[in-house]
C-alpha cells in the first residue's frame, strides 16, 4: 500500500526531471543555434519578447519536455511496482529514469555531432526546404538535436523497462534461493 502512496510523487519527480532536462538541452541548442529559437521555437511557444534568450530557451525547454516525464514515468513507475520492498521500489525506479536521461542525453549528443559531419549549406535536410531562416546549417543541426532527443527518450524508456523488468526478476529469483 505504500508503494501505492508513493508513486504520484516518483510520477512527479520523473516530470520534475524531464522538465529539467528540457530546460538544460536547450541551453547546449541555443549555443548552437540561437536562430532555432528566435526564428521558431520562441514564436512556437509565445515567448515573450523580453524572455527572448537563454531563460526564455529554458522555458521553452521545459514547456516542450515536462510531458515526457508522464509519457517515461508512468510506465517506469507501474513496472518497478513489482519490486518487493518501499526501498528497492524507489531505487529502481530512480535508477530506470536517470537511465532514461542519460540516453536522451546521449542520443542528443550523438544526433549534433552528427549533424556538424552531416549537415553543410550545400547538404541541408529535406524538411529545410523552403525554410528562411539566418543560419540554415546551425538550425538545422539544432533542430536534429531536437528531434532525435525525443527519440531518445523512447528508447530510454525501452532500455529503462527492460532493466527493470530484470531487476525484478533477480530480485524474485535471489528471493527463492536464501
Not at 68 to 87: D, F, K
Not at 106 to 124: F, Q, R
Request: proline letters at 4%; one cysteine or more.
Amino acid at each position: 500500500m505504500t508503494k501505492l502512496l508513493l508513486a504520484p510523487a516518483l510520477i512527479l519527480a520523473s516530470i520534475l526531471l524531464a522538465g529539467l532536462y528540457g530546460a538544460c538541452h536547450n541551453q547546449i541548442s541555443y549555443t548552437v543555434s540561437p536562430g532555432y529559437f528566435h526564428e521558431f521555437k520562441f514564436i512556437q511557444f509565445g515567448i515573450q519578447p523580453e524572455l527572448q534568450n537563454r531563460l526564455g530557451a529554458a522555458i521553452v525547454g521545459w514547456q516542450a519536455s515536462w510531458w515526457m516525464g508522464i509519457v517515461i514515468g508512468l510506465p517506469l513507475c507501474l513496472l518497478s511496482l513489482a519490486m518487493r520492498g518501499i526501498g528497492a521500489f524507489v531505487r529502481t525506479f530512480l535508477l530506470a529514469a536517470l537511465m532514461v536521461v542519460g540516453i536522451t542525453f546521449l542520443t542528443g549528443l550523438g544526433a549534433l555531432a552528427a549533424g556538424y559531419i552531416a549537415i553543410h549549406d550545400g547538404n541541408l535536410p529535406g524538411w529545410m526546404a523552403g525554410r528562411e531562416v539566418s543560419d540554415p546549417t546551425a538550425f538545422a543541426r539544432a533542430g536534429l538535436m531536437h528531434d532525435f532527443s525525443y527519440l531518445g527518450g523512447l528508447l530510454g524508456l525501452l532500455a529503462g523497462g527492460v532493466m527493470v523488468i530484470r531487476k525484478v526478476r533477480a530480485s524474485r529469483k535471489d528471493s527463492r534461493h536464501p
